[in-house]
T-cell receptor, first 115, second 117 residues
């Protein structure tokens, strides 16, 4: 079991650039979540996939943000025209199928710094 | 909307002693799950313990136990025999239980626990 992996672990970019993050969930986990965590705060929900379908999006997910999970396996989160306020840790989590599935397994996160 | 409040930004405990972290939440739902997650420095978040709202019995996992007061909407975490490895940020989290709804977690702002040798 390799756990949830995220790439890259760190990303530094200049304001206005586009960035893309990747998340590989635990194999056979059909549910995948993206969260954003700013310094000293708890994670905030961004979006949720069940298989390849994006079923829920937070109001935090502005038009500059887009997420995909094309084959129901890995997911990408893209931020266009980055702003300094986008600097945060972006966390991915996955959970297995089953109506009573409860625990979400988190990846190590991608820390984004926008200069 | 559900909210989770952790009123203790920082706590400290002597090694081998007991510490309790507080959490309150607000919801109109009757069926839900509550969690405590641990986030060590520069490491990923891991589940410490979970509680189903329909269960009256408080959950226990080795040195970790909860005091779940549904009417008061309170969910505290007790760590017994604290160890240096318990030092971390602890997050309380809430999730709706209903099938078909999004299963995202709502987190509190966290409590930074320091364990003193």
């Amino acid at each position: 079991d390799t756990g949830v992996s995220q790439d890259p672990r760190h990303k530094i970019t200049k304001r206005g650039q586009n960035v893309t993050f990747r998340c590989d969930p635990i194999s056979e986990h059909n549910r995948l979540y993206w969260y954003r965590q700013t310094l000293g705060q708890g994670p905030e929900f961004l979006t949720y996939f069940q298989n390849e379908a994006q079923l829920e999006k937070s109001r935090l997910l502005s038009d500059r943000f887009s997420a995909e999970r094309p084959k129901g396996s890995f997911s990408t989160l893209e931020i266009q025209r980055t702003e300094q306020g986008d600097s945060a840790m972006y966390l991915c989590a996955s959970s297995p199928r089953g109506d009573r599935s409860r625990e979400q397994f988190f990846g190590p996160g991608t820390r984004l710094t926008v200069l | 909307a559900q909210t989770v409040t952790q009123s203790q930004p920082e706590m400290s405990v002597q090694e081998a002693e007991t510490v309790t972290l507080s959490c309150t939440y607000d919801t109109s739902e009757s069926d839900y799950y509550l969690f405590w997650y641990k986030q060590p420095p520069s490491r990923q978040m891991i589940l410490v313990i979970r509680q189903e709202a329909y269960k009256q019995q408080n959950a226990t996992e080795n040195r970790f136990s909860v005091n779940f007061q549904k009417a008061a909407k309170s969910f505290s975490l007790k760590i017994s025999d604290s160890q240096l490895g318990d030092a971390a940020m602890y997050f309380c989290a809430y999730r709706r239980a209903y099938s078909g709804s999004a299963r995202q977690l709502t987190f509190g702002s966290g409590t930074q626990l320091t364990v003193l040798p």
